[in-house]
């Protein structure tokens, strides 16, 4: 530090790295913000206080009952509309859907970012169509068709069953180039937000990350949503180039119904072979308990928050887990903290959930949380102070310490799931 105070400081300006300053700044980005708008939770925002842990717990099962939250067939989440028959490639474009694999099989996100495109494709007078890099397995071929991609453009290599950042980016930029796409979505997976700004890069486009929504506007455009002001603005992004380019969080859209009688359509890729690539995988290594892995699938979620006072104290939040057959989620603090596995962490940096009933314990609420729960059916909050945010994001809570009602809505959860 006391050497770098010695030394000399360039001082660079717009003009010393290009003679055309109209490339920076607003008039040089590729995208840009329309007009914002707010947003509401659209919860119920019941919340309980000055009750003894009893009585608080008898009314939120009430509530429950309610809802529905403990029958069998119930479904808060709702689908987007059915898969629909194979529509043409309009004079726009396709909208691309990239793929992703996880342990096996297509992961969810997937299939969300397809049901959506569906829904939007009409409206453009378009089709869905999806790419898919590293398998030419026929079963992931035909789940993508029967979630709505019309063709299904593989690059199929023994080479890229790994991600690899150079194939994969060559790949996609070269199949954009060829094809012409009106617009590109990717999951926000960590995968996904390397190769999408790789692409964007490479191509000269622009992209926006980490969208919790896209829609046409009145004119005809992707306006891709970004959260702003800490959730309660949303901000549409529009670009400038084409194709659009977006990543968009996982467990933020609906899957359609699927349609396996539809056949797939396949566009052979050239796959990257004779691309040399600085990469080799030494050794895979997965550090998804079984347990992390479902937690986006999760029907139920306990998750926790810094108020647990330390990981010491979670017998009691596994026994309502326990109880309800539910998956286990928390925050990035608690994350951080090491006190549950990364895997665990749910919201803006972690995942995003869409579980039939979220139960909130000891956890404050933050945006940054709640953006990733906001598909939730029925949100359930337990916190000692009456001003901590999750009360506004949930649909029924209790004011008051959750070592004193968790045990109490544990017990009262296995009576009412015994019969």
Known sequence: MEEARHKTIWELTAADLSGDTSQFGENGSPTWVNDIFSVESGRTGM?????????????VMEFLDERGAFDD?????????????????????????????????????????????????????????????????????????????????????????????????????????????YAVLLPSTANGRDLAARVAGR?????????????????????????????SIVAPILSRTLPNMATIRAGILSSCEPDYSIEPVVNRLETADAIPSRLRVVQNVSDESAEGAELERATRVVSVGMGMGGPENMGPIRELADALGASIGTTRDVADAGWLPRQYQIGISGKSVAPELYIAVALRGPFNHTVGIQRSGTIVAINNSARSPIFRAADCGIVGDWREVVPVFARAVRQRLAG
């Open 73 to 181: 067939d119930s479904s808060s989440r709702q689908r987007a509309k059915s898969r629909g028959p194979r529509a043409e490639r309009g004079d726009c474009g396709a909208i691309w859907v990239a793929a992703e694999n996880m342990g096996g099989s297509v992961r969810p996100v997937t299939l969300e970012l397809l049901g959506r495109a569906r829904e939007l494709a009409p409206t453009l007078g378009t089709n869905v169509e999806a790419v898919l890099i590293g398998s030419g397995d026929e079963s992931h071929i035909r789940e993508l068709t029967a979630h709505g991609a019309d063709v299904v453009h593989l690059a199929d290599s023994s080479r890229l069953e790994l991600y690899d950042t150079e194939a994969h980016t060559a790949i996609l930029a070269a199949a954009i180039r060829e094809h012409s796409p």
């Open 47 to 59: 919340v309980i206080r000055d009750a003894t842990p009893e009585d608080a717990v008898s009314q």
């Open 203 to 231: 191509l000269g486009l622009g992209l926006t990350g980490d969208c919790v929504g896209i829609e046409i506007d009145d004119e005809g455009r992707l306006s891709q949503l970004k959260p702003a002001f800490g959730g």
